[in-house]
């Protein structure tokens, strides 16, 4: 089972908006959840986004999921510096394994 | 506060056996479906297996199934992961991983196993 498609790498500057794609199929984002980990280097994913597009508490709002049919996206508005990580989808298939994208690697300018 | 502490990882040559353990605290651990997570440094995320929550139900990822086996002790609240015939591509950071329903992901820091000759 392949795992889930999203772009290696985006860039963008303080206060700009981005966004993160992640793409699958019927099997996996098409009729399940879909979670986004946020990773330092050193350190373990923390989550940002389950069931969607829901935040755990502590946050910031101004990180927003959305998924449409075999399609998700995270966003990050009013970018910061410390935004700075790489970021990872991930979504349960119906084969019962868990996929992950390959990460994103968000740098600030 | 939710803990889980991997230990066990280390170097082992091509062909060898190593068992991880992860000691879970600030949850209840019997009732919980865990899971363990493997990454190569500055590389991605790869899902290993999950067991659930008396160990009765076990799933595992295609290239582990057969090699790898995902277990329990409740009495210990521990996790544990045999893995078997190691191979160099199997060398990566070993996570243990509470994925709940909701908002409950706890990742532990990981245990980095290398296999080499």
């Known amino acids: 089972q392949s795992g889930l498609t999203q772009p290696p790498s985006i860039s963008g500057t303080p206060g700009q908006r981005v966004t993160i794609s992640c793409s699958g199929s019927?099997?996996?984002?098409?009729?399940?959840?879909v979670y986004w980990y946020q990773q330092f280097p050193g350190t373990a994913p923390r989550l940002l986004i389950y069931?969607?597009?829901q935040r755990p508490s502590g946050v910031p709002d101004r990180f927003s999921g959305s998924k449409s049919g075999t399609s998700a996206s995270l966003a990050i508005s009013g970018l910061r510096s410390e935004d700075e990580a790489d970021y990872f989808c991930a979504a349960w298939d119906n084969s019962l394994s868990l996929l992950f994208g390959g990460g994103t690697k968000l740098t600030v300018l | 506060d939710v803990q889980l502490v991997e230990s066990g990882g280390g170097l082992v040559q091509p062909g060898g056996s190593l068992r991880l353990s992860c000691a879970a605290s600030g949850f209840t651990f019997s009732t919980s479906w865990m899971h363990w997570v493997r990454q190569v440094p500055g590389k991605g995320l790869v899902w290993v297996a999950r067991i659930n929550g008396d160990g009765g139900s076990t799933t595992y990822a295609a290239s582990m199934k057969g090699r790898f086996t995902i277990s329990r002790d409740n009495t210990k609240n521990t996790l544990y992961l045999q893995m078997n015939s190691l191979r160099a591509e199997d060398t990566a950071l070993y996570y243990c991983?509470?994925?709940?329903?909701?908002?409950?992901?706890?990742w532990g820091q990981g245990t980095l196993v290398t296999v080499s000759s």
């Open positions: 991983v509470r994925l709940g329903a909701a908002a409950d992901h706890y």
């Open positions: 069931t969607n597009d």
């Open positions: 019927n099997s996996n984002i098409g009729s399940n959840n």
